[in-house]
């Protein structure tokens, strides 16, 4: 079917990463399910090695992208100046939060909190007050739903006595569905963009890969470490996600930040070391330079968890 004028721009360009994702997901779990690597499960495992001109391709597609959907500069100082540091944390752990009650996917709260920063670093002549982050917060996370999930809550649901961020201020739908269309407009309806759990998808995929290459050891045993591994990635990049200082860091740098500090803690099963050199062939020097502060401020925020259980970022933490 045709369509019409200017719609075509609607279209989106992934088209192509679409198929490799779950293919090489298949391939994989139908290595480790069958436990044995005889002839047919090798040839699966080779298949899954050679798409990494495929992944290599995904990553540098995505990192052209990034800067696009970033915040606009000087961001963290805004929210410092205008008192909305604690007001973005709370609006973020309420993501969270809706994620656990409805099931919704990593990708959805990153995307989410993408909208919720970059429509208010590009609104700073506002007078940000609690109840108006509160609203953004709720749009967008509606529209991220829509956009991601097969199936979104209602903008009633959305708003649950389990789920309610605020009891002072529960919005009515038509409210609601306003924030959306200001959203949608502020945000230029460019509502895709390379997450750092979409980074993690395809890099974590490729440390799989690397761990069924090299195996030598109890694959039971490495199928634990894979998912001691994966959890581990996700504490450090929701941290990192909750975190007001790493605003600033490019997705495929909190992405890249969360797997290498992940590594340093989990028992030697996978080679690291192959696995690192992989991954930070894909940065220049700069990208190196700015991941190793990403990386302090993981760590740093993942010590205090340990030593602060009583912080909201750790609290937060400790629910997942």
Request: include cysteine; charged fraction near 25%; hydrophobic fraction near 40%.
């Amino acid at each position: 079917m045709d369509l019409p004028p200017n719609m075509d721009a609607l279209l989106c360009d992934e088209d192509w990463l679409s198929c490799s994702t779950e293919t090489r997901d298949e391939n994989y779990h139908r290595a480790m399910k069958h436990g044995g690597f005889d002839k047919s499960i090798t040839s699966s495992v080779c298949l899954t090695i050679t798409m990494k001109e495929d992944d290599e391709r995904a990553v540098s597609v995505c990192m052209e992208k990034e800067m696009s959907y970033m915040p606009e500069p000087y961001y963290k100082e805004f929210l410092e100046s205008k008192n909305l540091v604690f007001v973005r944390l709370r609006c973020i752990q309420w993501i969270i939060k809706c994620r656990s009650r409805w099931d919704f996917s990593h990708e959805t709260v990153f995307l989410a909190a993408n909208y919720l920063d970059r429509f208010i670093s590009k609104n700073r002549c506002k007078e940000w007050k609690d109840w108006m982050v509160d609203l953004l917060a709720i749009a967008c996370l509606s529209v991220a739903s829509k956009f991601h999930e097969t199936y979104p809550p209602t903008l009633t649901e959305i708003q649950m006595e389990d789920c309610c961020m605020d009891h002072d201020h529960v919005f009515k739908p038509s409210c609601i569905e306003r924030m959306e269309m200001i959203l949608l407009e502020g945000l230029e309806w460019h509502l895709w963009y390379p997450t750092p759990y979409y980074y993690i998808q395809l890099l974590g995929l490729k440390l799989e890969c690397f761990s069924i290459e090299e195996a030598h050891q109890d694959q039971e045993e490495e199928a634990n470490a894979n998912d001691v591994l994966m959890v581990k990635i996700k504490e450090f990049v929701v941290g990192a996600l909750l975190d007001y200082r790493a605003i600033h860091f490019k997705p495929s740098l909190i992405a890249l930040s969360s797997i290498c500090c992940s590594l340093d803690l989990i028992p030697p099963i996978i080679n690291s070391q192959s696995s690192i050199s992989y991954f930070m062939g894909l940065f220049n020097q700069h990208h190196k330079d700015e991941m190793m502060k990403c990386r302090g401020i993981m760590e740093a925020v993942h010590s205090s968890s340990s030593c602060c259980p009583q912080s909201p970022t750790s609290v937060l933490m400790k629910e997942q």
